[in-house]
């Protein structure tokens, strides 16, 4: 599902060079992992935990630049903390880098609902659904991208800390895999690896990618998000987060988080070998607790991501995500 055919441009940061093409997926949506890994067992890092060993690491992504983690932040062992200055490497990345012509990322995808193109600030433009646009993506059509209804624009990528080799690769081509959670005919999203000693590894997508730039998506009438999820071997704990602006840093895209930032909403699946669906309803997701306390806003989500903590081997799906 590809709606155009764009030239390559040259993104630079830092000491680092990627080339991205808008109509592929060769320079993925590096959108920044969402917040202080989990560990194992825990239920979240306690508030103002000082982060283990993150200031200066640089964090895998394929935006080129190493994303360093500001542990001055005490951001408590946290993926990407304030890092990357929450870095974002790709600023958000690839969303169809140069943005207005990666399928609908001009509001192309919200035309049929009559949304997306309404100018807003800092290049953002409004996006919102409606109740009758719930699929988000079943990974089915075998491209990067998250299904173009609803104003939606966002391309799957991958993240890690660099400790070791994730496939697939955040540089590479993120494609959907078999088997899906329909095994006839599906695909699902698959990431897998070694275990990571720093912060882990993870996969996500933008619901409102501009221009390379990660906006906000009005989800308000929505009541939750569903997906599907097993692993390749059981048990394997992910943690589920949807960012928001407050919990992101200002640093990053779209963000309004001045300190302790990235403390996501989320949920904590313990996955098994089978497929199983998940809710996770708005009103009942929460925080960690290490960063400053505040209000979900759905009308302003920004990233889903699905991580895994260090010291964790993992080879895990997801599939079929829908709001509700």
């Known amino acids: 599902m590809k709606t155009c055919n764009l030239s390559l441009a040259t993104v630079v940061l830092g000491a680092l060079a990627v080339s991205y093409s808008a109509c592929s997926a060769q320079g993925q949506d590096n959108t920044f992992p969402g917040g202080p890994t989990f560990h194992t067992g825990d239920s979240g890092n306690s508030a103002g935990a000082a982060p283990t060993g993150n200031a ?3 964090v895998q992504t394929n935006a080129g630049a190493p994303a360093t983690y500001a542990g001055a932040t005490g951001k408590g062992g946290g993926f990407s903390s ?13 969303a169809g880098a140069s943005g207005t012509g990666r399928a609908g990322a001009s509001g192309v995808a919200g035309a049929a609902t009559g949304v997306a193109g309404a100018p807003t600030t800092a290049g953002c433009t409004a996006a919102a659904g409606t109740i009758a ?3 988000i993506d079943d990974l089915d059509d075998g491209d990067d991208a998250i ?3 609803g104003s939606r624009v966002g391309y799957w990528y991958t993240y ?6 994730q496939v697939p690769a955040p ?7 078999m088997p899906g959670h329909l095994p006839a005919t599906g695909l699902s999203a698959t990431t897998s690896g070694p275990a990571f000693t720093k912060y882990g590894a993870g996969m996500g997508f933008d619901f409102n990618n501009k221009a390379m730039k990660s906006c906000p998506y009005n989800a308000s009438v929505y009541t939750g998000i569903k997906f599907w999820a097993k692993a390749a071997t059981a048990p394997v704990m992910i943690k589920a987060m949807i960012k928001i602006p407050a919990t992101t840093p200002t640093t990053a895209d779209s963000g309004t988080c001045a300190a302790m930032c990235e403390d996501h909403y989320n949920m904590k699946p313990m996955l098994t070998t089978m497929w199983t669906q998940y809710t996770m309803a708005f009103a009942t997701i929460t925080q960690d607790g290490f960063g400053p306390k505040v209000t979900f806003d759905k009308t302003k989500i920004l990233a889903m991501q699905f991580q895994v903590s260090e010291n964790t081997a993992f080879n895990y799906s997801i599939d079929d995500i829908t709001f509700y």
Do not use: E, M, Q, V
């Open 147 to 149: 299904r173009p209804i």
């Open 56 to 58: 200066g690491t640089p």
């Open 171 to 177: 540089t590479a081509l993120f494609k959907g895999t």
């Open 82 to 94: 304030g890092g990357a200055t929450s870095g974002r490497a790709g600023a958000s990345g690839r």
């Open 133 to 135: 646009d719930l699929l």
């Open 160 to 165: 890690n800390d660099g400790t070791a080799t």
